[in-house]
């Protein structure tokens, strides 16, 4: 089984910037970010395979960038220009031979 674990939320201010860090204790095909507002769904922020291919929402392109260390099995989300709308808690997920993983979540809170 794989187990992740995130650091590195908080609150920042509108325009700010956040990293976020995520460790598996697993080896992972594919690692990425979600997030989630209260009473909304949970959507996909990045994701990156282990040959390093990426794929982003479309609201955080541009502004996100996901990177990962395959040899140390760590994922990681660095966000710039944070906007009140990328307030959720984002969760690190991973998959591996088609089933998925989750972290706990790490709070990210962008206010002025």
């Known amino acids: 089984q794989v187990h992740l674990v995130e650091s590195g939320g908080g609150e920042v201010q509108p325009g700010g910037s956040l990293r976020l860090s995520c460790a598996a204790s697993?080896?992972?095909?594919?690692l990425g970010w979600y997030r989630q507002v209260p009473g909304k769904q949970r959507e996909l922020v990045a994701v990156?395979?282990?040959?390093?291919?990426?794929e982003y929402a479309s609201s955080v392109k541009g502004r996100f960038t996901i990177s990962r260390d395959n040899t140390k099995n760590m994922v990681f989300l660095q966000m710039t220009n944070l906007k009140p709308e990328d307030t959720a808690v984002y969760y690190c997920?991973?998959?591996?031979?088609?089933?998925?993983?989750w972290g706990r979540g790490t709070q990210v809170t962008v206010s002025s």
């Open positions: 697993g080896s992972p095909w594919v």
């Open positions: 997920h991973g998959q591996l031979n088609d089933h998925d993983y």
């Open positions: 990156i395979t282990s040959g390093h291919n990426t």
